[in-house]
């Protein structure tokens, strides 16, 4: 920020640039309001010479969809969070992405990546956008009494912020006349498709995977008679068919094969760093970026009104960052006329709050900071989708989808992808997805099975290196990714007073949480089950299943595998909207209980994780925070 800048109050400070902080803050400008929006880790682009390490893959690895595995271990903007699944020792150890040190030091835990960049986490993520189910805006709805959270009222969100590309037709269409899939078609993000048939140049490849698939769910289908929900489409021989975010489809809580949606434009990533830097650009005396901004803590006034921020000016300040700074930092404070919106995400929200003096009450008392709201909710209700890996060793011959690829900028690939946005590299590896219930009596469709182009165990430091020649391409992965679970019993508190310290952060997996009926634990196991059934109908191209194993076969061996090795990389719902005597953080508006101009807009909201991708959820809410924070700005 210019010198001259730095005592100017500005009406609104947002913390957090990613879908949440991001959205909002070049929503407000766009409006007319002024806007300071601090983030903590600097520009990925403008980085990349500047790597902690002295090496960079900037900016490809966050422009080339495929590389999204080798962006979120990038040293320039890689946040290395290691969390605990389970309390015990003992089970925890058990995972074979347990690290005990890192780096040199004590971390006991399994990685989780996050991104400290500008855009946040939509920088390294895999840019899948599914829409979520109309039952999870119901739901809060319901709860809060406020019919703004309808699943009607919210899918205006979703049209106003989307751009979609992968439904042409329609596109023509909804410019003269209605438009029933209600996608939107001039919105700040683009959506594209990144055919199978066309990105893997192997059409019979992909006829075996998705024949493969429709016979694994009509087996499903006629040994369970009364499930009816199944519909078999071809993917892609009529357009719209396999798009699982057609409102039609969304109605209907459909199954089946489907395709996922990815947030790119032109075949290259697009998130909420091209929607600040665009606002910026178009009104600079609006919307200031701070980068380099690790916000502390929350200033207050006497009435419990949020006044602005105190922050530590510097590079990786944070000690989750790649070679942490070990300086202190300057220490800077910001105003704010009118609100102050935390947008950190489900872990760094939490822990700042907390370190703000709003939090439980025990918590705050143990580092001895002052208790400023007694708010018990905060950093509780931790939830996550399970996920698992099925892996499988290919046969070479037949397997040539990623032939001359190198992950480099030299290979035949890569120039496909720059100079025609064509192959293997415009898509996130991800070929087609299943969508299913794990059970009958479900209302809701709850595993989402989808191939990857990848050997893919899960994460821990180097994880991305399986992706590697020559053997990293002749794996493909059925990612097994179990949505709406039960277990509310994750935890976020301090590590420490000191806010350069990442929090602990505990899931309280399975058998420590708090779903007694193991109906997770069951599901992720239908859903291994389900992709095996299909790789056993692709012999011909199938070498062996290398994880879990042949040797696992019984549903106790299954059950012990989806123990010991789930991850989840969704991590949410820790100050929930909610009413503070059921430990709710939030009111619908978002505003933080207990306090005035304060609100908080970023995946910790939710008090249930929805739908099977969260990221198309946070930007729905960002866009509807937008408003309400517009409206207040109005009456006042």
């Known amino acids: 920020m210019p010198t001259d800048d730095r005592d100017k109050p500005f009406e609104y400070i947002v913390v957090g640039s990613g879908a949440g902080g991001g959205t909002v803050a070049a929503r407000l400008a766009q409006e007319g309001c002024t806007v300071l929006l601090l983030e903590a880790g600097g520009d990925p682009l403008e980085l990349k010479d500047e ?29 290395d969070f290691f969390v605990r699944h389970f309390s015990s020792d ?22 989780y990546p996050r991104a400290g960049t500008l855009g946040g986490c939509t920088s390294h993520n895999a840019m899948i956008m599914v829409y979520p189910h109309n039952a999870d805006w119901d739901y809060i709805a319901y709860e809060t009494g406020d019919a703004t959270w309808s699943a009607e009222h919210m899918r205006s969100y979703f049209e106003r912020l989307e751009d979609c590309h992968h439904r042409p037709g329609l596109r023509a269409l909804a410019a003269v006349g209605p438009n029933p899939s209600r996608h939107g078609f001039d919105g700040w993000l683009s959506t594209e498709m990144a055919a199978p048939k066309v990105a893997l140049h192997d059409p019979a490849l992909v006829e075996d995977l998705v024949t493969s698939t429709k016979a694994a769910l009509k087996e499903f289908k006629q040994e369970h008679t009364s499930f009816s929900h199944d519909i078999l489409e071809d993917l892609h021989e009529v357009e719209g068919l396999g798009d699982p975010n057609d409102w039609g489809l969304v109605q209907d809580n459909a199954v089946c094969l489907r395709y996922p949606p990815l947030a790119t434009r032109k075949h290259s990533r697009n998130g909420t760093r091209e929607l600040v830097l665009g606002m910026r650009d178009r009104f600079p005396e609006r919307l200031t970026i701070e980068l380099d901004a690790l916000v502390t803590r929350v200033l207050f006034d006497e009435n419990q009104r949020a006044i602005g921020v105190e922050y530590l000016k510097g590079t990786r300040l944070y000690r989750a960052a790649c070679k942490p700074n070990t300086a202190p930092g300057e220490k800077r404070q910001a105003h704010a006329l009118r609100e ?16 703000s003096g709003i939090g439980p009450r025990a918590e705050l008392e143990t580092h001895h900071i002052p208790v400023r709201v007694d708010l018990p909710g905060v950093g509780t209700n931790l939830q996550d989708r399970y996920e698992v890996g099925v892996v499988n060793r290919m046969k070479f011959e037949h397997w040539k989808v990623l032939k001359d690829a190198t992950f480099g900028r030299g290979d035949p690939q890569y120039q496909m992808w720059k100079t025609k946005q064509e192959g293997v590299y415009i898509t996130n590896g991800a070929i ?20 990857l182009l990848a050997n893919f165990p899960g994460y821990y430091p180097g994880y991305s290196k399986l992706s590697l020649p020559p053997e990293g391409l002749r794996y493909m992965t059925w990612a097994v990714l179990k949505a709406h679970t039960n277990n509310t019993a994750g935890t976020v508190r301090l590590r420490s007073a000191d806010p350069r310290d990442p929090p602990e952060i505990n899931f309280h997996y399975f058998d420590e949480g708090n779903d007694a009926e193991q109906a997770d634990l069951d599901a992720v196991v239908a859903g291994v089950k389900f992709v095996r059934r299909v790789s056993s109908k692709l012999t011909d191209i199938v070498e062996k299943e290398e994880l879990p194993g042949p040797a696992v076969q019984s549903d106790a061996e299954l059950k012990e595998f989806v123990r010991t090795h789930a991850w989840g990389h969704h991590a949410s719902c820790t100050c929930p909207i909610g009413p503070r005597h059921r430990n709710g953080v939030l009111t619908s508006d978002f505003r933080v209980h207990g306090t005035q101009g304060l609100r908080v807009v970023d995946a910790s909201v939710f008090p249930k994780i929805p739908g099977f991708f969260i990221v198309s959820a946070v930007y729905m809410i960002a866009e509807k925070a937008a408003d309400v924070i517009l409206a207040a700005r109005k009456r006042a």
Not at 59 to 68: I, L, S, T
Not at 95 to 107: A, C, F, M, Q, S
Not at 432 to 451: E, W, Y
Request: aromatic share 10%; with cysteine.
């Open 51 to 79: 790597n902690p390490d002295g090496t960079s893959r900037l900016p490809d690895d966050y422009h080339v969809p495929v590389f999204h595995a080798f962006c979120s271990e990038n040293p320039a903007l890689k946040w």
């Open 340 to 355: 102050v919106i935390l947008a950190g995400g489900a872990f760094n929200t939490p822990q700042l709050l907390m370190l």
């Open 90 to 111: 003992e089970i925890q150890k058990k995972d074979p992405k347990y690290v005990e040190t890192y780096d040199g030091n004590p971390v006991n835990g399994i990685l």
């Open 432 to 451: 087609l997805a299943a969508i299913k219930r794990s059970d009958l009596t479900r209302t809701l469709p709850d595993l989402f099975c989808f191939a």
